[in-house]
């Protein structure tokens, strides 16, 4: 059973229920926090997981964990689980660059989870573009 991490340290509890839940019907071992050595971790088994919409607070956290999953090969995914009030932080950066983004109630949420897919979605389901990653030429 693969693990997966969750990156956000400010959900409520029935937030925190319901990631567990998910993820335990993907075949995950969920885990809070994300371990100092990340070359434990496998690619191939393990995911980062957050829940949308975040926290203020949360937010350099994610970026931070993000990036460094991200630059181990390590997939991860934001799981909408409601629609965002007005003045939220939005999707954190690093998600838009490294992340894919499935509403809660979307259909192809457990083939994201195991990376037979990848969407980008809103809140609610509704297909957002694809991020653009900007590279440098050659």
């Given at each position: ?5 969750i990156?956000?340290?400010h959900?409520?509890?029935?937030d925190?229920s319901?990631i ?6 993907a075949?995950?071992?969920p885990?809070?926090?994300?371990p100092?050595?990340l070359?434990s971790?496998d690619?191939?088994t ?7 919409p975040a926290?203020?607070?949360?937010v ?6 993000t990036?460094?999953?991200?630059g ?9 689980l ?12 690093s998600?838009g ?5 499935v ?13 037979e897919?990848d969407?980008w979605?809103?809140?609610?389901g509704?297909?957002r573009p694809k991020?653009?990653?900007r590279?440098?030429k050659?």
């Open positions: 059973m693969g693990k997966a991490y990156f956000n340290d959900l409520n509890t029935a925190l319901t567990e839940a998910v993820v335990k019907a075949g995950y071992d885990i809070y926090g994300v100092a050595d070359s971790l690619p191939e393990d995911v980062g997981v957050v829940g949308l926290s203020a607070e949360d350099a956290a994610i970026n931070e964990r990036k460094a999953f991200a181990g090969g390590i997939r991860v995914i934001a799981i909408w409601r629609k965002e009030e007005a003045g939220g932080v939005g999707v954190p950066d998600i660059k490294y992340g894919v983004t509403d809660i109630g979307s259909a192809e949420l457990p083939e994201v989870l195991k990376g897919k969407v979605e809103e809140p609610g509704k297909p991020p653009v990653t590279r440098n050659c």
